[in-house]
C-alpha cells in the first residue's frame, strides 16, 4: 500500500513540476519602467520616431517608456553594444535602422542583425541638399564643380557606416566625383553643420529635411530615388533623372525602429507586438507619419527581421564592392544577395 501511494506521489509530481516550471518562467511584464536606447542622436529621424511610437506604447503597457541616446562608434555600434549588454529581459530596448546592419562590416559590431527581434516603423527617401549660400542650384551644378575639383566640397551624412553615408558613396560612384566626407554622430549634427557652413553637402531623408527645407535652410537638390517625390506642394526632382547610371548603385531604403534582444522571453515579445500593433494604427502615429513625410511600415518579429537579414547583406556587399568595408562581410557568415 505504501508504495501505491508513493509511486502516485511520484507521478503527481512528474505531472505537476513542468507546470509549476512554466509558470515560474512566465514572470509578468512589464512590472517597471522600460528604457529605449536609440543608437542615434537627439533630433534624428530615428530618435523622434522612437519618440513617438513609444509614447503611444506606454499607454498600452502601463509603464513609462523612456528614451535616451548614445551615439557615437562606427554604424552606431555604441548604443547597440550598450542595450545589448543588459538582460533578455524586455525592459531595455534598442532604438536602430537600417544604418546599424553595416556595423559588422565595418569593425564595430561582432554579432549578426539576428540577436535581435526588430519591429520597423518606417522610412523616408533621402534628398542632396546644400547650403543657401553655395552656388549649387541643380545636381548637375554641384557635379560638374565636384569634378573641376575632387575633394574640394565638404560633405555630410551622417556617422561612418550609415544609410546616408552609403548614399553619398553610391552617389560619388554614380556621377565619377569625390566629395570631402565629414563624419558627424547623426542627421540632426549633419543637418546642423550644413545650415551653418560646415560643410557644403548634406545627405539625410527628406523627412529630417523637410522643415530645414520648407524654411529655406537648406536648398534641396534631388532625391536619392527614382521618381520625383512631393514636399508639401513642392516637387524634389530625381538624381537620376540628371545621372541614369546611379540606377546601378541606388536605391538603398531606410527602415527606422526597434529592437529587443532575440533571447527575451516570448511572452515579452508579445506583449510588445501587441503594443507596437495597436501604436501603429493609432492617430497620432498615423498623423506624424503623414506630416513628416514618413511611409510606415509596421512590421515585426520574423517578417521585420527578414527585411533586416536582407538589408544586412546587400548593405555589407556594397560597402565592399565600394571599397568602403573594413570587414569582409563573408567572414562574417553574410551570404551575398
Known sequence: MKKMIVSVLIVSMVMILPLFAQGQGEVAYPERDITTVVVWGAGGGTDVCNRVVMAEMSKELGVNVNVVNKTGGVSGSIGMLDAFSKKADGYTLCGLSESNVTAGVMGGWENRMDVWDIFIIGG??????????????????????????????????????????????????????????????????????????????????????????????????????????????????????????????????QAIGFAVKAEAPQNVKDTLYAAFDKAMQSEAVKEFGKKNFYVLSGKRGPEANAIFKNLEAVFGYTLKDLGSATVDPETLGIERP
Do not use: C, W
Open 124 to 253: 523616408s527617401p533621402d534628398v542632396i541638399s546644400v547650403t543657401p549660400d553655395t552656388p549649387y542650384q541643380t545636381i548637375e551644378d554641384l557635379v560638374a564643380a565636384a569634378k573641376a575639383n575632387p575633394q574640394s566640397i565638404k560633405a555630410a551624412a551622417g556617422g561612418a557606416g550609415s544609410i546616408h553615408h552609403l548614399n553619398l558613396l553610391a552617389f560619388e560612384q554614380g556621377t565619377e566625383i569625390e566629395f570631402n566626407f565629414i563624419p558627424y554622430p547623426g542627421s540632426a549634427p549633419s543637418q546642423n553643420a550644413a545650415m551653418t557652413g560646415e560643410v557644403d553637402v548634406v545627405i539625410t531623408s527628406v523627412a529630417e529635411q523637410a522643415q530645414l527645407i520648407m524654411a529655406g535652410k537648406l536648398r534641396p537638390l534631388g532625391v536619392l530615388v527614382e521618381d520625383a517625390f512631393d514636399l508639401d506642394g513642392t516637387t524634389l526632382v530625381s538624381t537620376f533623372d540628371a545621372f541614369p547610371a546611379l540606377s546601378n548603385y541606388l536605391p538603398l531604403s
